[in-house]
């Protein structure tokens, strides 16, 4: 069984940063990548970050490009998502998410709440 559990998430000015935790546990040993969705009201998630896990590759939608920094520490089997210069469209649940086998997200967190106040 695999449990994803994010942290971090808390209330922040706009221009201000944060930074999310998702620790992995159970049956890490063949995830392919991980990566950060998110949810605001009234919308469908979309797609936030991702990474690779063995070699490091990352990927970002356009519009958080160039201010979040997506990364992962192997031994600790956790991701982090480092957010700079936030927006108050930023706002939204956070949700992280594993592939295990390289064909799609198969496991999902319950989400961290991230509210950027103007």
């Known amino acids: 069984q695999v449990q994803l559990v994010e942290s971090g998430g808390r209330l922040v000015q706009a221009g201000g940063s944060l930074r999310l935790s998702c620790a992995a546990s159970g049956r890490t040993f063949s995830f392919y990548a991980m990566g950060w969705f998110r949810q605001a009201p009234g919308k469908e998630r979309e797609f936030v970050a991702g990474?690779?896990?063995?070699?490091?590759?990352?990927n970002y939608a356009d519009s958080v490009k160039g201010r979040f920094t997506i990364s992962r520490d192997n031994a600790k089997n956790t991701v982090y998502l480092q957010m700079n210069s936030l927006k108050p469209e930023d706002t939204a649940v956070y949700y992280c998410?594993?592939?295990?086998?390289?064909?799609?997200?198969?496991?999902w967190g319950k989400g961290t709440l991230v509210t950027v106040s103007s």
């Open positions: 998410a594993a592939d295990q086998r390289g064909s799609g997200m198969d496991y």
């Open positions: 990474i690779r896990w063995s070699g490091g590759r990352t």
